[in-house]
């Protein structure tokens, strides 16, 4: 069963996101308080935390999630292999997936230690369809509109 593991937030760019108790996503913006929101089809960034291990796994030490700068950290559900247009209910909301990976910025934190970064191949991108809350735990559902 696919969950939410945490919900993590940054008042700024280009730094560590932190984990919250709850985070509330609303339409034309994505996750309330966070430098990354805003009317565009990359309102709101996943990672699962299987793709975190990976980078475990290759000596990273320390590695939390919001660490690489996801507001949404999953487990149970393989996001990279999505669809875009994919729908997903995550707690209250309703999120369509809009982008697959992204480029990884200059200076990123975790590409200068480890010489990779997982978001780039497996972090995804959202919309928000319909707002509402999200917390550590709730359960992800695929949506099928057939």
Sequence with gaps: ??????????????????????????KEL?????????????????????????MI????????????????????IELHKLPIGTKLKIGDTIQEVTQIGKECHTGCAIKTQVGKCIMPREGIFTKII???KVRPG?????????
Excluded: C, Y
């Excluded at 919900?7 to 996101?17: A, D, L, R, Y």
């Excluded at 709730?138 to 057939?146: G, R, S, V, Y």
């Design 1 to 26: 069963m696919a969950k939410v593991v945490a919900i993590n937030i940054s008042e700024k760019k280009g730094t560590i996101k932190n984990p919250i108790d709850e985070g509330n996503f609303i």
């Design 30 to 54: 994505g996750l309330e308080g966070d430098a990354h929101g805003g009317n565009w089809h990359r309102m709101v960034s996943l990672l699962a935390q299987e793709s975190i291990d990976k």
């Design 57 to 76: 796994k290759a000596g990273v030490d320390n590695l939390k999630p919001g660490m690489f700068a996801e507001n949404i950290t999953t487990e149970g």
């Design 130 to 132: 319909k707002e509402g």
């Design 138 to 146: 709730d359960i992800i559902e695929l949506i099928n509109d057939n």
